[in-house]
């Protein structure tokens, strides 16, 4: 009777061990584990500044590589600042009207993405704000996925190539001047955030 009774319990303890690793061998199975995709941002600057002659335009290239990238980190978005005050040093003289395109290119980026700013002018010397996203559905906030283990989840957020290329930007003037005065350029800097990130997963 002992042996029996030990046996039973034997039993019923590998039949609730084998119902608790089928239960979580299912959630692995089923992909129920539930992960939150976190992103370290480091930010990358670079500037230029270009004299342009009325009526005339320029082209500025930023070329962009892996050197720029840090360990783990991939291209998600580019922000540019076109920014000019009035130069010519004439009292009283109008502001100059500045227009600043992102010329699109066959660099690996989301070019068709609705919340791009590819375009843009200004003609009071407020700056001009240009956008490009570059990696698939980066938006810069974290978000929700479910899988396996940490290096499924992450898979996603490691693929190389996007944001590698030349940035170009297409700057033109047209300058406003006073009766018998001469305003013939204007002087522009463009500034360059190019925004790294690294992907994390938390549980």
Known sequence: AVAV?????????????????????????????????????VIVTQTDSVVVADGDSETRIFSIDESVLGDGYRVGAFRITVSYTETSGIPGDPVDSVFATLVQNDMEAQWSQESNELTGSSNDASPIDLSLMAYPEYIGQSVNASGYNEIQVLKPWEMDGYGIGDIEIDVSVETQALPLTTDNEEEVTITLDIITFKALAQQ
């Open 5 to 41: 009774s030990c046996l039973f319990l034997l039993l019923i303890i590998n039949a609730v061990d084998l119902i608790g690793n089928n239960d979580g061998v299912r959630e692995v199975l089923d992909g129920n584990t539930d992960w939150q995709i976190v992103f370290d941002e």
